[in-house]
C-alpha cells in the first residue's frame, strides 16, 4: 500500500531553515509527480510546492518563491522541501501529497516559526 512518512519539522526562529523530508513506498516513486502541500487550522491545504517524476518541471506558491526549493531522489523514493529564510505566516502542518490511483498524503509535519 502507499505509505508517505514525513519528517524534519519542528520550531524554528524567523529567518531560519528546516528541511522536510519524505519517504514514499507502495508505488513506483520515479513515475509520478510529487507535491507538498500545508494547512493551518480553518484554512485549506495550500500547495506550496510541486515537482514531475523526473525532477525536470517545479513548481511554487508565489509566497514561497525564492525561499524554499522542492527535490527529489527517485534511487531513495524521496522528496525534500529546504525551507529558507523562514517566516511566521510558514507556521502549518506541511503534507506530502502524491496523486497514484487516487490522492495519498502522509501524516503530516508540524512547522512552527516563532520567536
Known amino acids: 500500500q502507499v505509505q508517505l512518512v514525513e519528517s524534519g519539522g519542528g520550531l524554528v526562529q524567523p529567518g531560519g531553515s528546516l528541511r522536510l523530508s519524505c519517504a514514499a513506498s507502495?508505488?513506483?516513486?520515479?513515475?509520478?509527480?510529487m507535491r507538498w502541500y500545508r494547512q493551518v487550522p480553518g484554512k485549506e491545504r495550500e500547495l506550496v510546492a510541486g515537482i514531475s517524476s523526473s525532477g525536470g518541471s517545479i513548481n511554487y506558491a508565489d509566497s514561497v518563491k525564492g525561499r524554499f526549493t522542492i527535490s527529489r531522489d527517485n534511487a531513495k523514493n524521496m522528496v525534500s522541501l529546504q525551507m529558507n529564510s523562514l517566516r511566521p505566516e510558514d507556521t502549518a502542518v506541511y503534507y506530502c501529497n502524491v496523486r497514484a490511483d487516487r490522492g495519498y498524503w502522509g501524516q503530516g509535519t508540524q512547522v512552527t516559526v516563532s520567536s
Open positions: 507502495g508505488f513506483t516513486f520515479s513515475l509520478y509527480a
